[in-house]
């Protein structure tokens, strides 16, 4: 399945689990070897009263993750075409939280991705030494980044959507280093458990440009998290008003946040399945 070019292989662990290894998980991800995917998504059954299922999540490398934004849009739409519920909204447990993705008439789906977490010793960063960049009611912290040619140093917004993220204002998304700067926030000390580094372009009030370095899967042409988590800082850093139309390589999400600490995020996007098939997963790897 895919979400705004964000893909996923989705696994019907409802029946019984699977038992894959970190190998495994990215067999199934290798693009040359395997069925090729951004992330491994799990169908697990509820484990608890007023849960409709576990949504287990597996970046390309293998590792397991607390969130996926894209990907919860596209567990919707398949637990439905599985026929695996009747229900056109859901309750679902993942490693961060429960979220609660719902399938809308126009074939869309929107996802209330819970409040955003601003206590950085729980996203996690470790801010210990660094002096911030004060802007409006948010904190921008600096980050060292060691280049071939030298030490840059860029401001990033800290927050998490169920997993840390990382935001940075460029001009222009098209010639923003990505592909260079990307990985060295991702890997960054000051981010224990790694961090997905978001690159946002200001369009206008009501909409941005995004790009995101994901943590474990490398750019991808669309982040939901990232996507809510530019949003969230934009409106915070007084960019931005809600809703926002944030235009990825893969696709449009809207995203809304009313801007109180408290309330929850609401991503809005497309969930499409592009094949269903079968593969041999081999034991040893």
């Not at 970190?22 to 009263?49: C, K, M, N």
């Not at 993220?165 to 991702?186: I, K, Y």
Request: hydrophobic letters at 40%.
């Amino acid at each position: 399945m895919q979400g705004a070019g964000n893909d996923f292989v989705m696994l019907d662990e409802t029946r019984a689990r699977l038992g894959l290894s970190t190998a495994q998980y990215r067999f199934l991800a290798d693009r040359h070897f395997g069925v090729g995917a951004d992330q491994i998504l799990s169908v697990r059954p509820s484990p608890g009263e007023g849960i409709d299922f576990e949504y287990v999540i597996h970046n390309a490398d293998g590792g397991e993750v607390e969130q996926c934004g894209n990907g919860a849009r596209c567990f919707v739409r398949f637990v439905r075409d599985q026929g695996l519920t009747q229900k056109n909204a859901v309750r679902v447990k993942t490693m961060s939280g429960i979220i609660e993705p719902r399938l809308q008439d126009d074939g869309r789906v929107t996802v209330d991705m819970g409040a955003p977490v601003f206590d950085l010793a729980a996203v996690p960063f470790d801010a210990a030494g660094l002096l911030p960049l004060v802007d409006k009611y948010w904190s921008k912290w600096p980050l060292d980044l060691d280049l071939r040619v030298g030490v840059a140093t860029v401001f990033v917004a800290v927050l998490s959507m169920g997993n840390p993220h990382a935001v940075q204002v460029v001009s222009d998304v098209d010639t923003a280093p990505v592909a260079q700067t990307g990985p060295l926030v991702e890997n960054h000390l000051r981010f224990p458990r790694r961090v997905n580094a978001g690159f946002m372009q200001v369009v206008s009030r009501r909409q941005i440009r995004l790009r995101v370095y994901e943590r474990g899967a490398g750019e991808t042409l669309a982040c939901g998290t990232g996507a809510c988590a530019a949003v969230v800082a934009g409106i915070r850093s007084g960019l931005l008003d809600s809703p926002v139309d944030v235009q990825t390589r893969g696709g449009q999400l809207t995203i809304d946040w009313s801007g109180d600490l408290q309330a929850p995020v609401l991503m809005t996007g497309p969930a499409t399945t592009v094949f269903a098939s079968e593969i041999d997963v081999p034991d040893t790897l």
